[in-house]
């Protein structure tokens, strides 16, 4: 396999167990103004940055757009008081081992960079030499800005970068970006990953791989 200059991660179902906390908390939000709220779809969106999943869900009942940022900060004030994060098995690992592969690390998220960092210890995020969150771009997943733009940061072209993702949304902006990308399959079955270069079951995988 050619040797990548850099690896980028998706942060949801990625690094870190959050799909369920966060599905809780949307949950919780979309109820107050009545709105449904499906589960898988809401697993197959992940990528989108936090406003456009209100906007999504929010499409057949008309709201405001000061209901639609109601919606966001209420999930993002519940997932705060209601979350048990944890990192996926081997992340820590697998990180370490990167870096001292020579390898750049990026973190490219849909989430607010104020969820990370409240999320992530300031030790493990320092390990990201590029962490470009979803308030931080014009266009979000599946768009292929997010890639793109942490590429330019690290100062890489996009066919040096390597990229891991867990969602359709975030696979087609990896591929629109001209990375290589692995999908994992941490939260979605396989065959909704099919469009990933090569599909592993867990990120320790990564290892037989980088």
């Not at 990625?14 to 369920?20: A, F, Q, R």
């Not at 995020?125 to 997010?146: I, Q, R, Y």
């Not at 867990?166 to 970006?177: H, K, Q």
């Amino acid at each position: 396999m050619k040797k990548y200059k850099a690896v980028l991660f998706d942060f949801d179902g990625v690094l870190g167990m959050t799909m369920e906390d966060n599905y809780h908390a949307w949950n919780r939000a979309f109820a107050e103004y009545g709105i449904d709220f499906d589960k898988n779809e809401y697993f197959l969106l992940e990528g989108l940055n936090t406003k456009k999943v209100a906007e999504h869900f929010s499409r057949n009942s008309r709201v405001s757009p000061e209901i639609i940022n109601n919606i966001v900060i209420l999930k993002e004030k519940y997932y705060v008081e209601n979350n048990n994060f944890s990192l996926y098995e081997g992340v820590e690992t697998t990180i370490s081992r990167l870096k001292k592969g020579g390898y750049l690390l990026g973190l490219v998220s849909g989430a607010s960079y104020v969820r990370i960092s409240a999320t992530l210890q300031k030790v493990f995020l320092g390990n990201f030499d590029v962490v470009l969150t979803g308030d931080k771009v014009n266009n979000c997943k599946p768009h292929h800005e997010p890639y793109l733009n942490a590429a330019k940061a690290l100062s890489m072209k996009p066919s040096d970068c390597v990229v891991v993702e867990n969602a359709p949304l975030g696979i087609e902006s990896a591929r629109a970006a001209g990375m290589y990308c692995i999908a994992v399959a941490s939260t979605l079955e396989k065959k909704y990953l099919f469009k990933a270069d090569i599909i592993i079951n867990k990120l320790l995988e990564l290892e037989g791989i980088l």
